[in-house]
């Protein structure tokens, strides 16, 4: 009963969605301001429809109802409560389920926080993220039904995936779909503005804590995602390249472009159809993105046989908001031409370049990811792509742009001289080049020509970034949350840089096959595999060693790695026994028995590991900081006067 | 100013791209090789470079031929499925490693387990273009006469291999 009162919720949740939408976007064409205000009422209650078809299904998974085919397909009554939550986004329909939730709190958000907009102007945003709403809940509703009943109800249900059975990847969905669905709203923003054909840096100023934050969300997501992917698939990889990385990975590359442009635009009233296009190109990806994810389209060709209605939906749906905005574009883009000129030296340029590698990298993953599909409609097939071109593909125009930072963070608007930093920058850049070599020569060995420019290229970001914020405090100046922001993201990047050179450079593993009471080396430790035992977990069952680390005689850790065998869908998983520490990982994954109590371990050494997800949390730190700035907050006063002369002309 | 138009250009030829593949699903595209000799191939062994596996080895009886790498994500998905069938000894599964390292691969079939009878070493995918694979995984069946009876393109899973590959399997031993 609860849950068909929660697929009857999802469809008046769809319904109010299409009044916010109709209302939203009617009501500003046609400037009448009670329908404004009816699509306010719509956002509400299209949030609290959809937050109780998502706590139906929630009811359904926490009381086992077996008779509901989703919670049979994605649940067990001995899954742990914690992971029957997170069962809900397990699969494809829930998922989407969560997506429409997280839409409509950003969409309460930006109604909320949004008063100091002109009515007209959050009309139209809030018309055109209700236009999504609408697109999601149909979909939901006609192809990807979570509340679909089982008749006769199955006696137990099929379990999650264990792969997902962890707490990391119990809260990395959400997290990524709440940064792919905010780029939604500077998405929205950018149709109001085409719709409005006024675009200024009051506009920017809106839009740019908004991005941020999505921004920010997503890189915490991404990073959770890559963590995850390091400690519980056994092979001790924090990124693949594979389709559904990449797919989280693009928007973001956009949605950074996107902060980026948004500041010239705020400053200078620059860049303006630039920035429109990187706000439509970062929500089409996450919409690509949420898709490929679930959906398989690119993994399986075949995904959508069973279903091809699925696949014509989205590419209809995606068809008419992606192009829609893009036709807007093409019609409206003239109207946001601006005549101000800058140097070629000055910090415009170093932004624009920053947006041009960003969109290069972008569009090189792109084609990579899609390449199956493309040679498939072509019939031809004769390339591959694995992560051998990623690597490479990224970095060609990455590497440049990192050494490109540490000058743009300090040019001059217009015209750069750099009068006032130069002779630090050039301090900073010597400084690095000898702390990189210090590294490479001594505390490690040297590896290669490319190791040693990519630890010039985090040091010389790191003390640039510093420069700001150290000499400012040290004349007594204050320092704004925007420039602060910078600095702390940027620091963060080389923080990651540092940590993605050194782990790649100097890891070190080895196989081996380890009795208990035998012991091997590597990279100066000493593993000793203790014993072996049986285990026993809520829903699986475990092999666990214990493996005794030291070194020069001392213990440094104890780890037990195991060999799980979930009993529902019968499928192994591998627990990696991790040490974990700031300057290396100690990583320990069980293999195989190989008889006689011997078993095949994989032993890792990763120095600077924590480093990747550190500098991913510093940066995100930094968006926070700068959507926090004073210029972003409702100024009351002025805001309350610009109301009031809307509220005339309307 | 037709520039503002090669943004939605481009738009609307990834979508004609898609629609095409969707609609391509839908019949089930098969491969051009389906029906004629499988192509002839000798390649070293991912265990032990010095031996050379090749496709008489497995001549006369029907065979699966299954395209893998330690970099796909899909592989190591399908990867209990192999073991599974490999385990019904139905038919032998010969793999063959594409584009990837040597040392990772050995690596993987011992931490995973091996459900191949021999394994071929294709590291600059030379064979691979013979056999018009674009992806890993792929999955062949040939039959006793050397020929192409089926692929399948993704992760093998139990149904498939029931549903696709049993069937063809079946009716190959009998008519013969």
Known sequence: MIVELGHFALILAFCLALAQAFFGLGGAALRKPHWMVVTRRAVAGQFVMTLCAFLSLAY????????????????????????????????????????????????????????????????????????????????????????????????????????????????????????????SVPFAFAVAAMLEGKLDSTWARWVRPWTLVAWLILTIGIALGSWWAYYELGWGGWWFWDSVENASFMPWLIGTALIHSLAVTEKRGL????????????????????????????????????????????????????????????????????????????????????????????????????????????????????????????????????????????????????????????????????????????????????????????????????????????????????????????????????GVTTVESWHHDSDISLRPGQSTQLAGYDFRMNSI?????????????????????????????????????????????????????????MGEPLGDGAWSLRLQYKPLVRFIWLGALVMAIGGLIAASDRRYRQRVTADAAVRARHAETV | MWRYLIPIGLFAALVAFFYVGIDRDKQTLPSPLIGKPAPQWQLPSVEDPAKMVSSSDFAGKPYVLNVWATWCAECRHEHSALLAIAQRGEVPIVGVDWKDDRDQAQRWLQQLGNPYVANAYDGEGRVAIDWGVYGAPETFLVDSQGNVVFKHISSMTMEVWERDFLPRLKGNGTSR
Not at chain 1, 121 to 145: D, K
Not at chain 1, 164 to 178: F, S, V
Request: with cysteine; net charge positive.
């Open chain 1, 271 to 498: 860049f303006k159809s630039w920035t429109l296009l990187l706000a439509i190109a970062a929500f089409s990806l996450s919409l690509l993105g949420t898709f490929l994810v679930r959906s398989g389209i690119i993994e399986s060709v075949h995904a959508f046989a069973s279903d091809p209605g699925r696949g014509l939906f989205i590419l209809v749906f995606m068809g008419s908001c992606v192009g829609g905005a893009l036709g807007l574009y093409a019609w409206r883009a003239s109207l946001f031409r601006s005549n101000a000129g800058f140097a070629v030296v000055s910090r415009e340029s170093f932004l624009l370049m920053n947006n041009v590698l960003l969109v290069a990298a972008t569009g090189l993953i792109l084609l990579g990811t899609l390449y199956p599909v493309f040679l498939d409609a072509l019939k031809a097939g004769k390339i591959s792509v694995g992560p051998p071109y990623f690597s490479v593909a990224f970095l060609i125009p990455m590497l440049p742009m990192i050494f490109l930072l540490t000058l743009g963070m300090h040019a001059e608007w217009k015209r750069a001289t750099f009068n006032r930093t130069r002779t630090l920058l050039v301090a900073a850049f010597v400084a690095a080049v000898v702390i990189a070599l210090i590294l490479s020569l001594a505390v490690y060995e040297w590896h290669s020509l490319l190791t040693a420019v990519g630890l010039i290229a985090a040091f010389a970001v790191a003390l640039s970034a510093l420069i700001e914020p150290v000499t400012r405090l040290r004349q007594g100046h204050s320092l704004s949350a925007g420039v602060l922001g910078m600095s702390v993201a940027h620091f963060g990047l080389a923080i990651f840089v540092l």
């Open chain 1, 60 to 183: 359904a998974f926490n009381v086992n109802d077996f008779s509901v085919l989703y919670v049979a397909l994605n649940s067990n009554s001995q899954l742990p409560t914690f992971y029957r939550f997170a069962a809900i986004w397990g699969a494809h329909e829930g998922s989407l389920l969560l997506w429409l939730l997280i839409l409509s709190i950003w969409t309460v958000a930006v109604a909320a926080r949004g008063t100091h907009v002109p009515q007209i102007t959050i009309s139209r945003v809030l018309g055109v993220l209700g236009f999504i709403s609408v697109g999601f809940a149909s979909f939901i509703l006609l192809t990807s039904s979570p509340f679909e009943r089982l008749w006769p109800a199955a006696l137990d249900g099929r379990d999650l995936n264990p792969l997902l059975q962890d707490p990391a990847l119990a809260i990395h969905p959400p997290m990524l779909y709440t940064g792919w669905c905010g780029f």
């Open chain 1, 533 to 589: 035992r049986d285990v026993t977990g809520p829903n699986y069952d475990a092999i666990e060693s214990e493996v005794v680390i030291s070194r020069a005689g001392k213990q440094v850790a104890v780890v037990h790695p195991q060999k799980r065998t979930y009993r529902v869908q019968n499928s192994p998983l591998t627990e990696a026994g991790i040490d974990a520490g700031w300057g290396r990982d100690l990583f320990v994954a």
